[in-house]
């Protein structure tokens, strides 16, 4: 089933009292976990996120080195806009819409959606109202709301894209206002919205307030990994540490080409991630890796992540070395792990330590190298 998905994050933002889109947490922007989440969910063919001006730039770098294929697209005055203008790029059958602010919609809500979208031309996932509902004049309770009547309603909601895009443009023309689009359906085509099943979890962040849950939900996912790594020096050999070449007449032995800043980097990634390790994922008996630049193999185990739902939160890294000394080279090798891992350079630190003149770094035989990494399990569940 071919469907677009439209995430709408053009908002003002009233409610938060400020850019809540792009509100950083462990790093990364607010919006960062909503994409992470909701296009795993699905294999989508177009992905279009509608910002606001001011957000365009920063996407461009933050957000679309994580997933390449995103389409911005600029919003407008009115929510109607602004999902018009998402909803124009649309070109399969089906579009998903989703709210920029809903960070953690579970898959099978996504899922719900989809599989009933089949059958019905809009779709919402809705979500029975836990508390008892009253009306109010002033600080008295006015009147009690049967609750048992009430759902409160999520995204992503789905439809027919000509369904969707003929009412969004009449709304538009007529400059009708609304909170989601099935109202609109319902209002202005007279469609009745089918309800699935959602998720306390794909809750909207609307008050500051709301932040921290998502911090504390992001919390939960956090993982820490340990990597080590010791290389013999060798005369005539390149050296290469964090994929940056050091102008040094030996370099490390090994059968790739001994990066064992990278090797360690690697090691820490994939034990936060329970992904294995660096010799079972490529073997030292295998010709493939043989002189292979290790980071070409960070690259993979980068991507391997991504496609699981893991993203680097930070690095520590520590070379235990008597020489060379690292500390001038220290700038380009966190810049280079940091491009590789697409992750800010201030995110990475990486120390240069002596042996003390002991043991076989004393005496200048080789070098070690400790790793750790925080690791975030963005979307963390199996169904
Ligand atoms: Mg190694």
Same mark, same amino acid.
């Given at each position: 089933?071919?469907?677009?998905?439209?995430?709408?994050?053009?908002?003002?933002?009233?409610?938060?009292?400020?850019?809540?889109?792009?509100?950083?947490?462990?790093?990364?922007?607010?919006?960062?976990?909503?994409?992470?989440? #909701?296009?795993?969910?699905?294999?989508?063919?177009?992905? #279009?996120?509608?910002?606001?001006?001011?957000?365009?730039?920063?996407?461009?770098?933050?957000?679309?080195?994580?997933?390449?294929?995103?389409?911005?697209?600029?919003?407008?005055?009115?929510?109607?806009?602004?999902?018009?203008?998402? @909803?124009?790029?649309?070109?399969?059958?089906?579009?998903?819409?989703?709210?920029?602010?809903?960070?953690?919609?579970?898959?099978?809500?996504?899922?719900?959606?989809?599989?009933?979208?089949?059958?019905?031309?809009?779709?919402?996932?809705?979500?029975?109202?836990?508390?008892?509902?009253?009306?109010?004049?002033?600080?008295?309770?006015?009147?009690? @709301?049967?609750?048992?009547?009430?759902?409160?309603?999520?995204?992503?909601?789905?439809?027919?894209?000509?369904?969707?895009?003929?009412?969004?443009?009449?709304?538009?023309?007529?400059?009708?206002?609304?909170?989601?689009?099935?109202?609109?359906?319902?209002?202005?085509?007279? #469609?009745?919205?089918?309800?699935?099943?959602?998720?306390?979890?794909?809750?909207?962040?609307?008050?500051?307030?709301?932040?921290?849950?998502?911090?504390?939900?992001?919390?939960?996912?956090?993982?820490?990994?340990?990597?080590?790594?010791?290389?013999?020096?060798?005369?005539?050999?390149?050296?290469?540490?964090?994929?940056?070449?050091?102008?040094?007449?030996?370099?490390?032995?090994?059968?790739?080409?001994?990066?064992?800043?990278?090797?360690?980097?690697?090691?820490?990634?994939?034990?936060?991630?329970?992904?294995?390790?660096?010799?079972?994922?490529?073997?030292?008996?295998?010709?493939?890796?043989?002189?292979?630049?290790?980071?070409?193999?960070?690259?993979?185990?980068?991507?391997?992540?991504?496609?699981?739902?893991?993203?680097?939160?930070?690095?520590?890294?520590?070379?235990?070395?008597?020489?060379?000394?690292?500390?001038?080279?220290?700038?380009? #090798?966190?810049?280079?792990?940091?491009?590789?891992?697409?992750?800010?350079?201030?995110?990475?630190?990486?120390?240069?330590?002596?042996?003390?003149?002991?043991?076989?770094?004393?005496?200048?035989?080789?070098?070690? @190298?400790?790793?750790?990494?925080?690791?975030?399990?963005?979307?963390?569940?199996?169904?």
């Amino acid at each position: 089933m071919k469907i677009d998905i439209v995430v709408v994050a053009a908002g003002k933002g009233t409610r938060f009292a400020g850019d809540k889109i792009f509100y950083e947490v462990f790093g990364r922007p607010l919006i960062f976990y909503t994409l992470a989440n #909701i296009l795993r969910a699905h294999r989508f063919r177009k992905k #279009i996120l509608v910002l606001n001006e001011s957000g365009i730039e920063r996407a461009e770098k933050e957000l679309v080195p994580h997933f390449p294929d995103l389409e911005i697209v600029k919003g407008g005055v009115e929510r109607t806009h602004s999902v018009l203008n998402g @909803v124009k790029r649309a070109e399969s059958d089906f579009v998903l819409i989703h709210d920029g602010a809903r960070p953690f919609v579970p898959q099978k809500v996504v899922k719900n959606v989809i599989k009933a979208l089949v059958g019905w031309p809009a779709v919402t996932p809705a979500e029975p109202v836990r508390d008892t509902l009253k009306n109010f004049e002033g600080d008295f309770v006015f009147k009690s @709301v049967p609750r048992s009547e009430l759902k409160s309603i999520q995204t992503p909601q789905g439809f027919e894209r000509e369904l969707i895009l003929e009412t969004l443009e009449i709304a538009a023309e007529e400059g009708v206002v609304y909170t989601d689009e099935t109202t609109l359906v319902e209002e202005l085509k007279g #469609i009745k919205t089918k309800f699935v099943e959602g998720s306390p979890l794909n809750f909207k962040v609307t008050f500051r307030e709301d932040m921290e849950l998502v911090e504390r939900i992001l919390m939960k996912n956090l993982r820490v990994g340990f990597g080590f790594d010791i290389h013999r020096f060798e005369e005539g050999r390149k050296m290469v540490l964090g994929g940056v070449e050091l102008p040094l007449p030996y370099g490390l032995k090994g059968h790739s080409d001994g990066d064992a800043v990278t090797h360690a980097v690697i090691d820490a990634l994939l034990g936060a991630s329970g992904l294995g390790d660096i010799g079972e994922w490529f073997p030292d008996t295998d010709e493939k890796y043989k002189d292979i630049k290790s980071t070409v193999l960070l690259e993979k185990v980068a991507e391997e992540m991504t496609s699981k739902g893991f993203y680097p939160v930070n690095l520590d890294i520590v070379v235990v070395t008597e020489k060379p000394k690292i500390v001038q080279f220290k700038e380009e #090798i966190v810049k280079n792990l940091g491009r590789i891992l697409r992750m800010p350079s201030s995110k990475i630190s990486l120390k240069g330590k002596t042996a003390e003149k002991m043991g076989f770094i004393g005496r200048e035989e080789g070098l070690a @190298v400790m790793a750790t990494a925080l690791v975030m399990e963005v979307a963390n569940e199996t169904s």
